[in-house]
């Protein structure tokens, strides 16, 4: 029987005020970014094994025959996509604290650079 897997693409996010946990934001958002990068390398080797022990059980494929695999486009668009994915689970967490703020300050430099030139 094949387990449906539900909401794989779902980045969950807390919503309202993040308490600071270290020193400031960013520590904590590095952190959370290298908490949420640990949790895709167990995932993957996870996953990783799973295929080397099925593979091996039915006389498959080798390690060898994985280093010499080129992916054709469909493979390249695929894997293009799941690395996006990664990028967003592993690296939202220092968006979502860190750019707030960044972006607040730009636009805020914007302003007043508006403000000087249109004088």
């Given at each position: ?11 969950a996010r807390s919503l309202g005020s993040q308490p600071v ?33 099925l593979s091996a059980a039915r006389g498959g494929h080798g ?24 990028y967003d689970r592993v690296l939202g967490v220092g968006r ?24």
């Amino acid at each position: 029987m094949t387990q449906v897997q539900k909401n794989r693409e779902r980045v969950a996010r807390s919503l309202g005020s993040q308490p600071v946990i270290f020193q400031d934001a960013t520590t904590d958002a590095l952190a959370g970014m290298v908490l949420a990068l640990l949790g895709e390398v167990v995932v993957l080797r996870d996953r990783l094994d799973a295929n080397e022990r099925l593979s091996a059980a039915r006389g498959g494929h080798g390690p060898a025959d994985v280093d010499g695999f080129q992916p054709d486009t469909a493979a390249k668009a695929c894997r293009a996509r799941n690395r996006q994915q990664t990028y967003d689970r592993v690296l939202g967490v220092g968006r979502d604290k860190l750019l707030p703020e960044a972006l607040k300050q730009q636009r805020d430099y914007d302003g007043v650079l508006a403000d000087v030139t249109n004088d």
